[in-house]
Each structure stands twice: as C-alpha cells, then as structure tokens.
T-cell receptor
Framework: DGGITQSPKYLFRKEGQNVTLSCEQN?????MYWYRQDPGQGLRLIYY???????QKGDIAEGYSVSREKKESFPLTVTSAQKNPTAFYLC??????????????FGDGTRLSIL | GNSVTQMEGPVTLSEEAFLTINCTYT??????LFWYVQYPGEGLQLLLK?????DKGSNKGFEATYRKETTSFHLEKGSVQVSDSAVYFC?????????????FGQGTTLQVKP
C-alpha cells in the first residue's frame, strides 16, 4: 500500500542536541510538508517543498532545517536553536498539479519530547 | 489574510445524536475546502472535500456543503457513533495558491458517549 512513513514514533532530545525526524513517501507526490501540532491547537507549517532540491519556509521555520535530496524523502532536523521543541510533528505530501484542489496525505506523526 | 474559524470544543454528544461542527473561512481567490479527522495518537485523515460553490462533500455519513456566500463549510452527521470521537479540522486551500498549502483551524474535539 502507498503511504507516508514517519519514524521514529517517539523521540527524545537532550539539551543542545540536534535530532532528525524521518519522512518517506511512496505515493510519487511532488510536494511534501512538515507541521507542528501543540496540544489543543491546530497545525502550523514549518517547511514545505514542491520539488527535489528546493524548499520554502513556512510560518514557524526558526530552529528547524530540512533537505529534499530525493523525491521520496523530506527529513526534518530540530536544532538546538529550537528552544521549545516538545510537540507532535506531522509530515504530509500531495500532488502538485492542480495543487489547490488536492488533499494532503499525512503520516502517523512523531512525538518529540525533551529529556 | 487567510484564516479559518471552527467552533470551540469539546463537543459532547450521546450516541445517535445529530452533529454540526461550524467552520467559516477567509481565503484569497476561490479555495478548495477540506475536512480532516484525527484519532488519538495518529495523523490526519482526509474525511471529505469540496472544490466549488454548492458542492457537497460526503463520506462515512458525514457531509459538508461549500457555501460561498457565507464562506462556510459546516460538517454534519445525522447519527454519531462512539467511534466518531476524534478531533476534526476544517482546512481551506487558498485559491490563489499553487503550492498545495492548507490553512488549519484549531480543531474541534468530538466526544460521543454511549
């Protein structure tokens, strides 16, 4: 079955440490997205990418970095500059043709906590 | 700017009750409209969508009609089940955008009691 796989499901970060969240999709989608979800709140866009080797900042990009070296993969690094990283992180993808009419498909998320 | 407003939760209903979750939006251009559902500890799943005025999206007994004149996309279900307990997100996609970006509301938690 096609879908989006996020790993790990749970992740712990020590002070001053960078951690990387994995997101892989086999849907052949061009666009991929990273969101942050805090308890009782909606989703906030961190970064998105419409094509390999290109990505744009979303609304809350500070303290995060991404890469898009392959169409299938869009890893997110939470750097030590992100002072409040505890949250649920969701990755999504969509096709880009007629993008405004296309839904995003989501992974099951990674829950990041501070040790 | 682009924004979406959902009714605040939690919404608590008894099984077989009628559900309405209100959603209104402001968006540039002519947005497509989506409802997503999130079960505890999981990602979001697309529930239904509508891409033009007066379209009705439907799935699993849920319905929502694209009302351009009132910029609304209210979610309804005639008879809820305990298994419908989840968080529901209304998400327009701005018509002026070619990036596929969505605007998410804060979500509405639905609790259905037996």
């Amino acid at each position: 079955d096609g879908g989006i796989t996020q790993s790990p499901k749970y992740l712990f970060r020590k002070e001053g440490q960078n951690v990387t969240l994995s997101c892989e999709q086999n849907l052949n989608h061009d666009a991929m997205y990273w969101y942050r979800q805090d308890p009782g709140q909606g989703l906030r866009l961190i970064y998105y990418s419409q094509i390999v080797n290109d990505f744009q900042k979303g609304d809350i990009a500070e303290g995060y970095s991404v890469s898009r070296e392959k169409k299938e993969s869009f890893p997110l690094t939470v750097t030590s500059a992100q002072k409040n990283p505890t949250a649920f992180y969701l990755c999504a993808s969509s096709i880009i043709q007629g993008a405004g009419n296309q839904p995003q498909h989501f992974g099951d998320g990674t829950r990041l906590s501070i040790l | 700017g682009n924004s979406v407003t959902q009714m605040e939760g939690p919404v608590t209903l008894s099984e077989e009750a009628f559900l309405t979750i209100n959603c209104t939006y402001t968006a540039t251009g002519y947005p497509s409209l989506f409802w997503y559902v999130q079960y505890p500890g999981e990602g979001l799943q697309l529930l239904l969508k509508a891409t033009k005025a007066d379209d009705k999206g439907s799935n699993k007994g849920f319905e929502a009609t694209y009302r351009k004149e009132t910029t609304s996309f209210h979610l309804e279900k005639g008879s809820v089940q305990v298994s419908d307990s989840a968080v529901y997100f209304c998400a327009p996609s701005p018509g002026s955008s070619n990036t596929g970006k969505l605007i998410f509301g804060q979500g509405t938690t639905l609790q259905v009691k037996p």
